[in-house]
C-alpha cells in the first residue's frame, strides 16, 4: 500500500495557540497527513511557541521590528528564512497577527492560509466577532482562506456557521467562534495534506465537504 506523502507546515501565531494546538492533535490522531516543520512567531513568550516546544516541534520568537501591524523587511526575511531552513511546504497562521507583504507572499505563493473568525468577505480586520455584534447578524462564523496582498482577502477554501444569540456577549460569541475554529481548520488543512482543492480564480474547489 503506498502511503501519502506528509506534507511539511510552518505555522505562524502570536498567541495562546488553539488552533495549533487543534491541529497538532489531528496530525498526531492521523487526520491529517503533514508534519509540523517548526512554529515561528513575532511575541516574545508567546503560548503558541511554549504548545509546540511540548510535542517537541522546533519554535523560534523572531523580533518583528519597529512597526505595529507589518513585519519590518529585515524580519520579513528572517520568517522567510527560517521557513525556508526548515523546509515547509505550506504556511498556516494561526492567529499572527501582522499582515505579510510582498517578499514573504512571493516566496510561498499560494501556499499560505489563515483563519479568521468571521464570514469573510464580512467583518474582516480585528474583532470580528464584535464588529458581527455590533452589526446584529443573526449568524456569523469561521473562514479559512489563501493569503494574497488583501487583509482576510484571499479565495475561500472552508467556512463554518456561528449563531449569534441575543445573550450573547463579546467574549461567550469569540469563545463559540473559537470552538468553532478548532474544528473547521484541521478539516481544511487535512484536505490541501490530502491534495484535495483545486482553484479557479476567486472559487476554491474541495474533493471533500468540510462539514464540521
Ligand atoms: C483566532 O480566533 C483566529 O481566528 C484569529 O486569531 C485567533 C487565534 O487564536 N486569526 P489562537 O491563538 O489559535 O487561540
Known amino acids: ?28 490522531s492521523g487526520q491529517i497527513p503533514a508534519e509540523v516543520g517548526i512554529v515561528l512567531s513575532d511575541v516574545e513568550g508567546a503560548g503558541i511557541l511554549d504548545q509546540a516546544r511540548m510535542r517537541g516541534i522546533r519554535a523560534e520568537y523572531i523580533a518583528p521590528g519597529k ?11 528572517c520568517f522567510v528564512e527560517a ?7 505550506w504556511v ?9 507583504k ?12 489563515n483563519i479568521h473568525p468571521s464570514l469573510l468577505p464580512s467583518f474582516p480586520g480585528l474583532e470580528a466577532w464584535k464588529q458581527a455584534l455590533d452589526h446584529g447578524v443573526k449568524f456569523t462564523g ?20 456561528v449563531p449569534v444569540l441575543d445573550a450573547d456577549t ?3 460569541l469569540h469563545r463559540r467562534i ?22 479557479a480564480g476567486r472559487r476554491v474547489m474541495g474533493s471533500e465537504r468540510v462539514d464540521c
Open 92 to 100: 498556516v497562521l494561526a492567529g499572527f497577527m501582522r499582515v505579510l
Open 142 to 161: 469561521c473562514t479559512v482562506h489563501f493569503v494574497d496582498a488583501g487583509v482576510d482577502a484571499g479565495p475561500i477554501i472552508g467556512q463554518q456557521t
Open 1 to 28: 500500500m503506498t502511503e501519502t506523502k506528509k506534507i511539511r507546515l510552518g505555522v505562524l501565531g502570536s498567541g495562546k495557540g488553539s488552533n495549533f494546538v487543534a491541529i497538532a492533535d489531528a496530525i498526531q
Open 170 to 172: 463579546p467574549e461567550t
Open 83 to 89: 521557513l525556508s531552513a526548515a523546509e515547509v511546504d
Open 178 to 199: 473559537h470552538a468553532a475554529e478548532h474544528l473547521l481548520y484541521p478539516a481544511c488543512i487535512g484536505m490541501l495534506a490530502r491534495g484535495g482543492v483545486r482553484v
Open 67 to 77: 512597526f505595529r501591524t507589518k513585519l519590518e523587511e529585515e524580519s520579513e526575511r
Open 102 to 113: 510582498g517578499d514573504f507572499l512571493r516566496a510561498f505563493e499560494g501556499r499560505i492560509v
